[in-house]
Nanobody
Framework: QVQLVESGGGLVQTGGSLRLSCAAS????????MAWFRQAPGKEREFVSA????????QYADSVKGRFTISRDNTKNTVSLQMNSLKPEDTAVYHC?????????????????WGQGTQVTVSS
């Protein structure tokens, strides 16, 4: 098990940028693949991006491809999501998630460690 704490959310105008960070506890962070999901009001939680345990492979939802970049630092037990060219439809609570394993997956059910989330609001 790992404990996850997100930070970096906020209010930004359309076209702006934000960088989310997720800090993980524990000494086995490098054994976990990591992901970001988001949940807008009244909608289901959806996959945003994932990174493999080594950081060598990444995966993105079509809606954020080319605008968001996921990265991780296994020496600092952190995973980040750089979000550029933000749109109002990116407004949501963003959650960091972890699963014990090497590869990435967009399946929400595969992740059993979740952070509380950080609010991202993009104004038009």
């Amino acid at each position: 098990q790992v404990q996850l704490v997100e930070s970096g959310g906020g209010l930004v105008q359309t076209g702006g940028s934000l960088r989310l960070s997720c800090a993980a506890s524990g000494r086995t962070f490098s054994m976990y693949s990591m992901a970001w999901f988001r949940q807008a009001p009244g909608k289901e939680r959806e996959f945003v991006s994932a990174v493999s345990s080594s950081g060598g492979r990444t995966q993105y939802a079509d809606s954020v491809k080319g605008r968001f970049t996921i990265s991780r630092d296994n020496t600092k037990n952190t995973v980040s999501l750089q979000m550029n060219s933000l749109k109002p439809e990116d407004t949501a609570v963003y959650h960091c998630a972890a699963r014990l394993g090497v590869t990435t997956t967009p399946s929400l059910l595969a992740y059993n460690n979740w952070g509380q989330g950080t609010q991202v609001t993009v104004s038009s």
